[in-house]
């Protein structure tokens, strides 16, 4: 069994910081790719970033220069840092996690959610 747990949501006004934290725990191998996904009410759910284990990272383009994405693999931990928040950020955040077990490689994992609230 493979667990991620997501934290650091919350509500902040427009130009605010949050953090947001994902750890994955369980019987692991190993990690690979580690992302964080976006679903806003009544939108399809929506890439905000991803990072390999080497470090390599991707953006979307609506959160280059504001969002950075930052992996600590002896954690087995992804962290999202999200500066000059605008209210469109506002959504469901979910981690995924690529992760080989004792008897699924490269499986995805997901996280519970944890809600950001961009508004004055």
């Known amino acids: 069994q493979v667990q991620l747990v997501e934290s650091g949501g919350g509500l902040v006004q427009p130009g605010g910081s949050l953090r947001l934290s994902c750890a994955a725990s369980?019987?692991?191998?190993?990690?690979?790719?580690m992302g964080w996904y976006r679903q806003a009410p009544g939108k399809q759910r929506e890439l905000v970033a991803t990072?390999?284990?080497?470090?390599?990272?991707n953006y979307a383009d609506s959160v280059k220069g504001r969002f950075t994405i930052s992996r600590d693999n002896a954690k087995n931990t992804v962290y999202l840092q999200m500066n000059s928040l605008k209210p469109e950020d506002t959504a469901v955040y979910y981690c995924?996690?690529?992760?080989?077990?004792?008897?699924?490689?490269?499986?995805?994992?997901w996280g519970q959610g944890t809600q950001v609230t961009v508004s004055s």
């Open positions: 995924k996690a690529v992760i080989t077990t004792w008897d699924r490689i490269g499986y995805d994992y």
């Open positions: 369980g019987s692991i191998v190993s990690v690979h790719v």
């Open positions: 990072i390999t284990s080497g470090g390599s990272t």
